[in-house]
């Protein structure tokens, strides 16, 4: 039996997929979480979502919003579920289910899971870049997983941008994630149009109406992000850049010009090797199961 639980924990729910070892998809199940939270409502709800699937499971992968501790399996805290604190969650799912369970942050396994099921799985190493409601990073060379210290490293999103810039989720100012997410585009356009916009989709149906606050958002946040990644890219040295997440789904109002702004910045013998695109669309959960497979293969 090569099958594994993946567990992807997000502000508004808790979904965890059963997978074979091929990636595919066996089983699912899915609960919301509640808008007041505290761990042990919390720790009770993810339980339950996760116990019809074990029986047929070899272990448990959890990918969830840091900070963390991933060797002791501990969400440290949470800025998008601010009722969570020094959350024990590996040693809880091991004793309730006397499975091995693994736990990072969900950027990384995303990063893993592309990786592993990706487009770009047969390189040799991905720089993947998550844009949805935050901005997260992961980086993975030949098949493992670079988490840093206690799992919190490639937080590219919380890179600077612009000192004394906008303040983040994060209570620092001028974060790349201030200027290029759902949470940046929506703050910058209520600040600048004194409007309040629903979604990220509202927002990039003003960019293709051609909306001029909207534009120049988008326009100063692409370019905000690109040298956050020029940046990486110096750092890391890596085969790929891979964006996944939300946001990709507006693609074509960005990339081109996202592409253009990397490739014309970097060192020119990196740009000689480097690929850039969008990565396929794998679930959280499947990048959670990832963490699982990956370990086994150690």
């Known amino acids: 039996m090569r099958n594994a639980i993946g567990v992807d924990i997000g502000g508004g729910s808790i979904r965890a997929s059963l997978f074979a070892e ?47 501790d991933n060797e002791r399996g501990i969400m440290i805290a949470s800025a998008n ?21 693994w736990y990072e942050n969900d950027a990384n396994c995303a990063a893993l899971g592309e990786a592993y099921f990706g487009f770009y799985k047969d390189t040799k190493s ?7 409601t935050g901005v997260g990073g992961g980086f993975v060379d030949r098949g493992i997983l670079y988490s840093g210290y206690l799992g919190n490293g490639i937080e590219i999103g919380h890179t600077t941008s612009v000192i004394g810039g906008a303040l983040c989720g994060c209570g620092v100012h001028g974060c790349v994630e201030s200027y290029f997410s759902t949470r940046g585009f929506l703050g910058r356009y209520a600040e600048k149009a004194n409007k309040d916009l ?4 509202t927002f990039f149906q003003l960019v293709k109406e051609k909306d001029p606050i909207a534009t120049e958002i988008l326009s100063f946040g692409t370019l905000a992000l690109a040298h956050a990644i020029r940046n990486a890219v110096h750092l890391l040295n ?15 109002l960005f990339g081109k010009n996202l592409e253009s702004e990397i490739r014309s910045t970097i060192f020119p013998v990196l740009n000689d ?4 695109g969008v990565g396929g669309s794998l679930s959280g959960a499947l990048g959670a199961a ?9």
């Open 22 to 68: 091929s990636g595919k998809e066996l089983d699912s199940t899915l609960s919301p979480t509640p808008e007041h939270l505290d761990n042990e409502s919390f720790l009770k709800i993810l339980k339950e979502t996760i116990c019809p699937l074990t029986k047929d499971a070899m272990g448990i992968g959890v990918g969830s919003p840091g900070p963390l």
């Open 126 to 132: 991905q720089l993947i870049i998550t844009l949805g």
């Open 238 to 252: 890596p085969e790929v850049v891979v964006f996944v997440g939300g946001i990709t789904k507006s693609y074509d």
């Open 290 to 298: 990832s963490l699982v497979f990956s370990k086994e293969k150690l």
């Open 198 to 201: 629903d979604n990220a989709e």
């Open 273 to 276: 090797m480097l690929k850039i």
């Open 81 to 101: 579920m601010q009722g969570l604190k020094n959350l024990p969650i590996k040693d809880e799912l091991k004793k309730e289910f006397s499975l091995p369970v």
